[in-house]
């Protein structure tokens, strides 16, 4: 398992070794040894997984502290634009993203720790999303950020996904005004 930061340092990509052969694959998605070595040291209390059409986009959706979530993300079929939006107010990174392809065929994963918006938008038809959560949900944090907030200026590679209802009246970033009370742990 290779671990490798992205340009915000604390949202990292995980490659997983794969072992193929004529009969299939094989490989280790999750490992807390190898992931607490690598400075992820977290238990995973909630796993979710989703299945969408090509073009939906899920995001970008938060849950405020105490139940603020890390969330360990992987394509099982498919693929997706992943985005981590950086909402820890004494962040060097706050207010930045970072966006990763994930795809069924590379097999890697993102980790993205607590105080970020996440969202991601599905590049083919039927992918199968799945993450480990730290948190548990509680509807009362939840929280979320309108997908194409200009003060953001996220590069998504489709202009108009398919949005929930809710996720197409998020609010802006800047009307946020209970959230960025999160600060990095040390």
């Given at each position: 398992?290779e671990?490798?930061?992205?340009e915000?340092?604390?949202?990292?990509?995980?490659?997983?070794?794969?072992?193929?052969?004529?009969?299939?694959?094989?490989?280790e998605?999750?490992?807390?040894?190898?992931?607490?070595?690598?400075?992820?040291d977290?238990?995973?209390v909630?796993?979710?997984?989703?299945?969408s059409?090509?073009?939906?986009?899920?995001?970008?959706?938060?849950?405020?502290?105490?139940?603020?979530q890390?969330k360990?993300?992987?394509?099982?079929?498919?693929?997706?634009?992943?985005?981590?939006?950086?909402?820890?107010?004494?962040?060097?990174?706050?207010?930045?993203?970072?966006?990763?392809?994930?795809?069924?065929?590379?097999?890697?994963?993102?980790?993205?720790?607590?105080?970020?918006?996440?969202?991601?938008?599905?590049?083919?038809?039927?992918t199968?999303?799945?993450?480990?959560?730290?948190?548990?949900?509680?509807?009362?944090?939840?929280?979320?950020?309108?997908?194409?907030?200009?003060?953001?200026?996220?590069?998504?590679?489709?202009?108009?996904?398919?949005?929930?209802?809710?996720?197409?009246?998020?609010?802006?970033?800047?009307?946020?005004?209970?959230?960025?009370f999160?600060?990095?742990p040390?």
């Amino acid at each position: 398992m290779e671990i490798i930061p992205t340009e915000i340092p604390d949202v990292c990509i995980i490659k997983p070794k794969i072992f193929k052969d004529d009969r299939g694959y094989f490989l280790e998605s999750y490992s807390r040894e190898k992931l607490s070595r690598a400075g992820i040291d977290v238990d995973f209390v909630q796993d979710n997984e989703s299945k969408s059409s090509k073009g939906v986009l899920r995001g970008l959706h938060f849950q405020r502290p105490p139940y603020a979530q890390g969330k360990l993300v992987r394509v099982i079929k498919g693929a997706v634009f992943d985005v981590a939006v950086d909402l820890r107010q004494h962040s060097p990174w706050f207010g930045r993203w970072v966006g990763v392809n994930l795809n069924e065929q590379e097999k890697n994963m993102c980790w993205i720790p607590p105080g970020f918006a996440h969202g991601f938008l599905t590049l083919e038809d039927e992918t199968i999303f799945a993450y480990k959560c730290t948190n548990i949900y509680h509807p009362a944090s939840e929280g979320s950020v309108l997908w194409n907030d200009p003060q953001l200026g996220i590069q998504w590679p489709v202009l108009q996904p398919l949005l929930s209802e809710k996720d197409q009246h998020a609010p802006l970033m800047c009307d946020l005004d209970d959230l960025f009370f999160y600060n990095r742990p040390d």
